[in-house]
Structure formats: structure tokens, C-alpha cells
């Protein structure tokens, strides 16, 4: 069974630039989360997606937007970057109406 | 407003005690709550979940205790062992959408 990947690993842009994150479901699972983990805090929930459908939002401004593929995998995108955007990115994946969510490595997103 | 809160930002045990990592919610609609370990580099590993109908569940060193009442869980580890050194973060679920998590308590076990 595969689990979550993501691409890629680390990611240095400056302020202002736009920036595109993917991510690849684990193997049986159709919906795909997206958090923010900021250093020394716990993730924040940026959205949900589930056939290829935005699924659910938490408090990100719109320049946060993102999509999913036929084959489950999803992208995240964030234009005008600022400094704040500076953290790690991760993905989870889960079975719809299933609470246990299954994250990947994450990717390191620095703004300069 | 910080709806999940631990505490105790670290924790340090002796190899082969117990482990007691604590976390507190104020949101009454959350149904399910998680407990995941973090390694530096790694993604959040999910570890052992319990719904809100239940008080306790068990899975081998891992036990969660939910008290509703208080707004409570806890996550127990006995024995603890070296490689159990992480960060723990406890998390609920107000449905199936999104997690909501605490910041996190970075436990040491010392040999």
C-alpha cells in the first residue's frame, strides 16, 4: 500500500511569487486535506477536497485555492505570497466520512 | 481562539514508565478525537482515535481516556520506550471534514 506523497521537499520564494504544492493520495483514499503547521504550533486546516470538489474551508484568505485530479492526487496553490506563508505544508489523505486522516512528509514552503 | 489546547509544551520520562500527555477542548460538537506522533521531518503518524460515545480504547502501549464532561483526554503510553521520543499532537474532529489540532507536547523518554 502507498502511502502519501508530496512534492517537493523544500521550496524557497519570494514575496509576492506564486507557488504550486502537489500531493498524491494514499492508495483506496478519495479525499485529500491540506494543512498549514507554522513552527511551534499545530497544523491548520486549509481545505478538504472529494471529487475534485472543495469539501470544506478553514480561515485562509482565497489566494489559498487548490484542486484534485480524477486520480485523487491535488495541488495547492498560493499566489502573492507573503512572508507569513513561510511553513510547512502538509497533506493528508482518508476515506470519505472516515475522521482518521493519513499525512504526508510535508513540503518546507520559505518566503523571502 | 485556540479550540484544542495542550498544556504541557514538553514532557520527559524515564524508559519503561508511563507516559501521560494531556489535552483539553472547549468545542462540545466535536465528535472524534486523534491522537498523531511527530518525527522532525516526517508528517503527523496517526496513532489510536476515540469517538465521543466512548470513554476509553486500548490499542497495545496506547491507551485514550476521554472525559466529556471535564473536556478531557489523555493519551497513556506504558511501558514508554526511547523511540517513542516525539512530538504528540491531539486533535478532534467536529465532522469528517477537517481536524483541529493542539500545538503540540514534545516528549522525551530518558534511558
Known amino acids: 500500500e502507498t502511502g502519501v506523497t508530496q512534492s517537493p521537499t523544500h521550496l524557497i520564494k519570494t514575496r509576492g511569487q506564486q507557488v504550486t504544492l502537489r500531493c498524491s493520495s494514499q492508495?483506496?483514499?478519495?479525499?485529500v486535506s491540506w494543512y498549514q503547521q507554522a513552527l511551534g504550533q499545530g497544523p491548520q486546516f486549509i481545505f478538504q477536497y472529494y471529487r475534485e470538489e472543495e469539501n470544506g474551508r478553514g480561515n485562509f484568505p482565497p489566494r489559498f485555492s487548490g484542486l484534485q485530479f480524477p486520480n485523487y492526487s491535488s495541488e495547492l496553490n498560493v499566489n502573492a505570497l507573503e512572508l507569513d506563508d513561510s511553513a510547512l505544508y502538509l497533506c493528508?489523505?482518508?476515506?470519505?466520512?472516515?475522521?482518521?486522516?493519513?499525512f504526508g512528509p510535508g513540503t518546507r514552503l520559505t518566503v523571502t | 481562539d485556540q479550540q484544542v489546547k495542550q498544556n504541557s509544551p514538553s514532557l520527559s520520562v524515564q524508559e519503561g514508565r508511563i507516559s501521560i500527555l494531556n489535552c483539553d477542548y472547549t468545542n462540545s460538537m466535536f465528535d472524534y478525537f486523534l491522537w498523531y506522533k511527530k518525527y522532525p521531518a516526517e508528517g503527523p503518524t496517526f496513532l489510536i482515535s476515540?469517538?465521543?460515545?466512548?470513554d476509553k480504547n486500548e490499542d497495545g502501549r496506547f491507551t485514550v481516556f476521554l472525559n466529556k464532561s471535564a473536556k478531557h483526554l489523555s493519551l497513556h503510553i506504558v511501558p514508554s520506550q526511547p523511540g517513542d521520543s516525539a512530538v504528540y499532537f491531539c486533535a478532534a474532529a467536529p465532522g469528517a471534514q477537517k481536524l483541529v489540532f493542539g500545538q503540540g507536547t514534545r516528549l522525551t523518554i530518558n534511558p
Open positions: 476515540i469517538s465521543s460515545i466512548k
Open positions: 493528508a489523505s482518508s476515506r470519505p466520512d472516515t475522521y482518521e486522516q493519513y
Open positions: 492508495s483506496g483514499h478519495n479525499t
